[in-house]
């Protein structure tokens, strides 16, 4: 049963990617499909609970809101930045270095949580990861690429790393129930749908647009946030069951390798052959570094 549960929580991770690129393709807009896709998994959180969660909000400490607006924050910014780098770089490159950002947590767990053990194990996933990561970024000689190309896989690997890392700190420092899990997620998805309405208001400033929402971006967007939502339960319910030291092995190198074969066959993205070779290694290095979780 437990790798029937796993299946499910990789398909809804794929999806949640290969959403992120149908956006690009359809040439939707980005700041109202993002939105809406942190409001749906709000309702869709709060409804799964019963409405229960409204009632604790008011129990909410100030570690959880901060924490709560802070990983929001995190939250939104990633899935702008991961659409625009989807655009630019390609979803399997973006996906590779989302999902290597593990590094991140794992280096700051060691420095600062004195998570020192299996410590070999770490280090050289790190260095692997590193090394896959230029590997990755690597265009070939002959081929220039902008500055911003570069910039927006690099953003998504240090943003993700952040939420990771702030998602852990927030757990052990913070969270002290299973209720306030739900409660946490349930800020974080509020403060990026409150971020998200802002952005929208700015951007029709800025397009000097008098449009509203467009149905076609509350479609793919409420489409990416039952994804949201979906793969936020499965990590809840597949950590429970079998611990994070398989699930977050399994789910980044399956996610990872999968969006990669996605953006081949599906979407026409091209990758050299060090880039294969780059996405193996972070495959591996994801394994070998989660696996010491």
Same mark, same amino acid.
């Given at each position: 049963?437990?790798?029937?549960?796993?299946?499910?929580?990789?398909?809804?991770?794929?999806?949640?990617?290969?959403?992120?690129?149908? #956006?690009?393709?359809?040439?939707?807009?980005?700041?109202?499909?993002?939105?809406? =896709?942190?409001?749906?998994?709000?309702?869709? %959180?709060?409804?799964?609970?019963?409405?229960?969660?409204?009632?604790?909000?008011?129990?909410?400490?100030?570690?959880?809101?901060?924490?709560?607006?802070?990983?929001?924050?995190?939250?939104?910014?990633?899935?702008?930045?991961?659409?625009?780098?989807?655009?630019? @770089?390609?979803?399997?490159?973006? %996906?590779?270095?989302?999902?290597?950002?593990?590094?991140?947590?794992?280096? &700051?767990?060691?420095?600062?949580?004195?998570?020192?053990?299996?410590?070999?194990?770490?280090?050289?996933?790190?260095?692997? @990861?590193?090394?896959?990561?230029?590997?990755?970024?690597?265009?070939?000689?002959?081929?220039?690429?902008?500055?911003?190309?570069?910039?927006?896989?690099?953003?998504?690997?240090?943003?993700?790393?952040?939420?990771?890392?702030?998602?852990?700190? %927030? =757990?052990?420092?913070?969270?002290?129930?299973?209720?306030?899990?739900?409660?946490?997620?349930?800020?974080?998805?509020?403060?990026?749908?409150?971020?998200?309405?802002?952005? #929208?208001?700015?951007?029709?400033?800025?397009?000097?647009?008098?449009?509203?929402?467009?149905?076609?971006?509350?479609?793919?967007? @409420?489409?990416?946030?039952?994804?949201?939502?979906?793969?936020?339960?499965?990590?809840?319910? =597949?950590?429970?069951?079998?611990?994070?030291? &398989?699930?977050?092995?399994?789910?980044?190198?399956? &996610? &990872?390798?999968?969006?990669?074969?996605?953006?081949?066959?599906?979407?026409?993205?091209?990758?050299?052959?060090?880039?294969?070779?780059?996405?193996?290694?972070?495959?591996?290095?994801?394994?070998?570094?989660?696996?010491?979780?």
């Amino acid at each position: 049963m437990n790798i029937i549960y796993l299946i499910i929580h990789i398909l809804f991770a794929l999806g949640m990617f290969i959403s992120l690129k149908i #956006i690009d393709t359809k040439q939707l807009n980005k700041y109202q499909t993002i939105t809406v =896709n942190y409001i749906v998994a709000l309702f869709l %959180t709060v409804l799964s609970t019963g409405g229960e969660i409204a009632g604790e909000v008011a129990h909410m400490g100030t570690g959880m809101i901060i924490a709560s607006l802070w990983v929001g924050f995190l939250f939104i910014l990633s899935f702008v930045l991961m659409s625009f780098s989807t655009e630019r @770089a390609g979803i399997g490159l973006t %996906t590779a270095l989302n999902k290597m950002s593990v590094v991140i947590p794992v280096s &700051v767990g060691i420095l600062y949580l004195g998570q020192d053990d299996n410590i070999t194990e770490k280090i050289f996933g790190i260095i692997l @990861a590193l090394i896959s990561f230029l590997l990755i970024l690597y265009k070939g000689k002959n081929e220039k690429v902008s500055l911003l190309t570069l910039a927006l896989p690099v953003s998504v690997f240090v943003v993700s790393g952040l939420i990771d890392t702030s998602m852990e700190i %927030t =757990n052990k420092k913070i969270l002290s129930e299973d209720s306030h899990q739900e409660l946490f997620l349930s800020g974080i998805f509020a403060t990026a749908s409150l971020i998200g309405l802002v952005t #929208i208001f700015f951007d029709k400033i800025k397009r000097k647009s008098a449009h509203s929402f467009e149905g076609k971006n509350i479609l793919w967007g @409420a489409v990416m946030g039952t994804f949201n939502f979906l793969v936020s339960k499965m990590i809840l319910v =597949n950590v429970g069951l079998m611990g994070g030291s &398989v699930v977050f092995p399994v789910h980044n190198a399956s &996610v &990872v390798m999968l969006t990669a074969l996605a953006g081949m066959f599906f979407f026409k993205e091209k990758f050299t052959f060090k880039q294969w070779v780059g996405v193996v290694l972070a495959v591996i290095s994801v394994i070998i570094i989660a696996g010491t979780i």
